[in-house]
């Protein structure tokens, strides 16, 4: 395909928000560096429309890596015997959000995998804990999937915005991702639960995951259309040792960026993380990301004594920095490409808060 189509194409997108499942699939397929600029380009002028040159900081508390789930792709599946549990105490977890507060963070996000330990109950009263010492601040959630129940229960105790990537939106693709007893069909059902709810929701996909093709990735980004999430995580597959794709392949940083520069586009308001896998795979890939049109980085949080148990997939960085570290860090990387860490909860642009509602 000529250039000039697939610039057309692009322009098209900038201005009607929308492609065909054909027209993704096809820029997928033919983009080249100078594709990628174009599309960099308008996705940095979007951001800016919304966010300026802000970069918004999440901390994350990655509290425990038990999970009953068995993903094919994750390093923390309830299968692999290899992986060093652990659990954070309900005060440790404050005392991360202390150190947090400090440091400027305005957004704790509560990662882990499925835990049965933590209980409606038992995470209730974590959301209610953080929330009385920090009512400036966002609570986040991400904690795999529950009944509607659950996440209202959390809702109502004080959480304001969920994460579950849906991981692809082709039924066959999820199940060549998951053992037979999840499904994107609920998925999907919690997603729909959780913006029903009120959450401020974050959904998303891996890049270069096993079984990917461009067609699945056109799904991907009609499916996020559709769901209008607030938030959408995206980063590269890094295989995991001790996991079934083990000696995959990565995803790649270039297709990464290219896909956030479409996402800003087709969603212009969302708030878009440049990722840890991203910078994983490509040392300068953060600072690549926000300038594909990414505008929030998730810098941890977590105790450094749990940070490499938290092995999602190989070689993760900054697992032997400190919170302060990180921070610091970034902000460096931020300001060195133009943009400035900003000081704030950090919702979307144009987001309503249901309690003012
Ligand atoms: N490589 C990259 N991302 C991964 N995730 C899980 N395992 C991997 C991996 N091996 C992502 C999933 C999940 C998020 C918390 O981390 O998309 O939703
Ligand atoms: Fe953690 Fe740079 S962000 S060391």
Same mark, same amino acid.
């Given at each position: 395909?000529?250039?000039?189509? !697939?610039?057309?194409?692009?322009?098209? !997108?900038?201005?009607?928000?929308?492609?065909?499942?054909?027209?993704?699939?096809?820029?997928?397929?033919?983009?080249?560096?100078?594709?990628?600029?174009?599309?960099?380009?308008?996705?940095?002028?979007?951001?800016?429309?919304?966010?300026?040159? *802000?970069?918004?900081?999440?901390?994350?508390?990655?509290? @425990?890596?038990?999970?009953?789930?068995?993903?094919?792709?994750?390093?923390?599946?309830?299968?692999?015997?290899?992986?060093?549990?652990?659990?954070?105490?309900?005060?440790?977890?404050?005392?991360?959000?202390?150190?947090?507060?400090?440091?400027?963070?305005? @957004?704790?996000?509560?990662?882990? =995998?499925?835990?049965?330990?933590?209980?409606?109950?038992?995470?209730?009263?974590?959301?209610?804990?953080?929330?009385?010492?920090?009512?400036?601040?966002?609570?986040?959630?991400?904690?795999?999937?529950?009944?509607?129940?659950?996440?209202?229960?959390?809702?109502?105790?004080?959480?304001?915005?969920?994460?579950?990537?849906?991981?692809?939106?082709?039924?066959?693709?999820?199940?060549?991702?998951?053992?037979?007893?999840?499904?994107?069909?609920?998925?999907?059902?919690?997603?729909?639960?959780?913006?029903?709810?009120?959450?401020?929701?974050?959904?998303?996909?891996?890049?270069?995951?096993?079984?990917?093709?461009?067609?699945?990735?056109?799904?991907?980004?009609?499916?996020?259309?559709?769901?209008?999430?607030?938030?959408? =995580? $995206?980063?590269?597959?890094?295989?995991?040792? *001790?996991?079934?794709?083990?000696?995959?392949?990565?995803?790649?940083?270039?297709?990464?960026?290219?896909?956030?520069?479409? $996402?800003?586009?087709?969603?212009?308001?969302?708030?878009?993380?440049?990722?840890?896998?991203? =910078?994983?795979?490509?040392? !300068?890939?953060?600072?690549?990301?926000?300038?594909?049109?990414?505008?929030?980085?998730?810098?941890?949080?977590?105790?450094?004594?749990?940070?490499?148990?938290?092995?999602?997939?190989?070689?993760?960085?900054?697992?032997?920095?400190?919170?302060?570290?990180?921070?610091?860090?970034?902000?460096?990387?931020?300001?060195?490409?133009?943009?400035?860490?900003?000081?704030?909860?950090? *919702?979307?642009?144009?987001?309503?808060?249901?309690?003012?509602?």
């Amino acid at each position: 395909m000529e250039i000039q189509e !697939l610039k057309a194409l692009i322009d098209r !997108l900038e201005r009607e928000k929308i492609l065909t499942a054909e027209e993704f699939a096809l820029l997928v397929e033919n983009r080249t560096p100078e594709l990628d600029d174009y599309v960099f380009e308008k996705a940095r002028a979007q951001a800016g429309e919304f966010y300026n040159a *802000d970069v918004y900081i999440r901390g994350l508390i990655e509290f @425990t890596n038990y999970c009953k789930n068995d993903c094919y792709y994750c390093g923390i599946r309830h299968s692999n015997k290899n992986a060093d549990r652990y659990r954070l105490s309900r005060d440790e977890i404050l005392s991360c959000c202390e150190q947090g507060y400090e440091l400027g963070f305005r @957004t704790f996000v509560l990662q882990g =995998g499925e835990d049965p330990y933590y209980t409606d109950e038992r995470l209730e009263g974590i959301v209610r804990a953080i929330k009385q010492g920090y009512p400036d601040c966002a609570v986040t959630l991400s904690v795999g999937e529950h009944s509607y129940e659950s996440y209202k229960r959390w809702f109502d105790a004080g959480a304001d915005r969920y994460l579950l990537r849906h991981e692809t939106a082709d039924a066959m693709h999820y199940q060549k991702l998951h053992p037979a007893s999840l499904s994107l069909a609920n998925r999907k059902r919690c997603l729909f639960d959780l913006k029903k709810i009120g959450f401020e929701v974050g959904s998303g996909f891996m890049v270069g995951s096993p079984y990917q093709t461009p067609q699945t990735i056109a799904a991907d980004l009609l499916f996020l259309k559709e769901l209008q999430p607030d938030m959408v =995580g $995206i980063g590269p597959f890094i295989p995991a040792k *001790d996991t079934p794709f083990a000696n995959e392949p990565a995803g790649s940083a270039e297709l990464t960026c290219f896909l956030l520069g479409v $996402i800003r586009l087709l969603l212009p308001a969302v708030l878009l993380p440049s990722t840890t896998a991203l =910078g994983t795979i490509d040392p !300068l890939g953060r600072e690549k990301g926000i300038l594909s049109g990414a505008n929030v980085v998730m810098p941890n949080l977590s105790p450094v004594r749990v940070r490499k148990k938290y092995a999602l997939y190989d070689n993760k960085i900054c697992t032997g920095d400190e919170a302060a570290e990180c921070r610091f860090c970034l902000q460096r990387r931020v300001e060195s490409i133009g943009y400035k860490i900003a000081v704030t909860r950090g *919702d979307r642009a144009g987001w309503v808060n249901p309690a003012q509602k």
